[in-house]
C-alpha cells in the first residue's frame, strides 16, 4: 500500500481475526443518492478495507445489489420471482466490479468470484480457489448471490463464511447495532450489546434473514453489526474492540 495511509493505519491496529467475511448491502455503496453508486463512498470504503488487509486479515466480501435493482419489490410489482431474482443477482456483479476496481486502485489485488458463469469478467466460485487467494492476501468479492432464487444475500454470506472458514461476519448498516425496534426518530429504541441466535429468531429482529442466521447458528459463526458510515469501524471491530452488537451462541442478551 503506497500512497494512501493505510500502512501507518495498520501498524496500529491490533489484529483480532485472521479471516473475516464482510456483508455489505447494495444500498451502502448508494450513500446519499437516491440509486446507483456513489464513487466517494466507495473510495472511502475501499480505503478501509485496504487497511485491514494491511494489517494481515483475509477479506471476503459479499455484497448486494438493492442500490440497482431489488427482486423482492419487482415481484411484488408483478415480475416472475425468480427472473426478479436473478436480475439483482446481475446487480451484485455490478457492486463487486466496482469494489475490485477501486481496491486496486489503492494497491490492494482483488478477485470477484460469481455463483453464475460470467467468465469474461470475472472467475466462477470455486471454494478452493477462494480460499488461496484469500491465503495470498487477495481480497474476494462474491457476486451473484447464491447463485439461487429466493435466497438473500444475507444467506449467501453466511454459506460463504462457512464454506471458506470465516471467524467472523460483519455486516455494515446504517445505525449502530441491532436495536430492539426502529431507531429512527424513536429516542426510546434499545441498542444491544450483545445477542443470543436464539433471541435474534424468537423476536425477529432482523439483524439477518432467519435463514442466515440459522447458519451461522448451525456453525457457530458469530455476526457483528455497526454502522459503516463512521469512519474507521471496519478496523476497530476487525481488531476486537466492542463496535456495534454482536451475535453468537455464548453471548448474553445485553
Do not use: W
Request: a negative charge; glycine letters at 10%.
Amino acid at each position: 500500500m503506497e500512497g494512501n495511509g493505510a500502512k501507518p493505519m495498520a501498524e496500529q491496529m491490533a489484529k483480532a481475526y485472521q479471516r473475516i467475511l464482510l456483508k455489505l448491502s447494495g444500498e451502502a455503496l448508494m450513500g446519499n443518492l437516491g440509486y446507483g453508486i456513489d464513487p466517494a463512498v466507495v473510495q472511502q470504503l475501499a480505503q478501509e478495507i485496504a487497511e485491514v488487509v494491511a494489517s494481515g486479515t483475509q477479506v471476503a466480501i459479499v455484497v448486494g445489489g438493492g442500490n440497482i435493482f431489488r427482486g423482492v419489490k419487482a415481484s411484488s410489482a408483478g415480475m416472475d420471482r425468480a427472473t426478479a431474482d436473478y436480475i439483482g443477482m446481475i446487480a451484485t456483479v455490478m457492486n463487486a466490479m466496482t469494489l475490485q476496481d477501486a481496491l486496486e486502485q489503492m494497491g490492494v489485488p482483488t478477485r470477484v468470484q460469481t455463483a453464475i458463469a460470467m467468465q469474461e469478467v470475472a472467475e466462477p466460485y470455486i471454494r478452493r480457489r477462494a480460499m488461496r487467494h484469500l491465503e495470498k492476501g487477495r481480497v474476494v468479492v462474491f457476486g451473484a448471490g447464491s447463485g439461487n432464487p429466493f435466497f438473500t444475500t444475507d444467506t449467501t454470506a453466511a454459506l460463504r463464511a462457512a464454506e471458506i472458514d470465516a471467524e467472523v461476519i460483519f455486516k455494515a448498516t446504517k445505525v449502530d447495532g441491532v436495536y430492539d425496534r426502529d431507531p429512527t426518530g424513536d429516542a426510546e429504541a434499545h441498542l444491544y450489546k450483545s445477542l443470543t441466535y436464539s433471541h435474534v429468531l424468537t423476536h425477529d429482529l432482523r439483524v439477518m434473514d432467519s435463514t442466515a442466521i440459522a447458519l451461522c447458528k448451525e456453525n457457530n459463526i458469530p455476526i457483528i453489526v455497526f454502522n459503516l458510515s463512521q469512519r474507521g469501524n471496519i478496523s476497530r471491530a476487525v481488531a476486537g474492540e466492542p463496535v456495534g452488537t454482536i451475535v453468537g451462541g455464548s453471548c448474553n442478551v445485553t
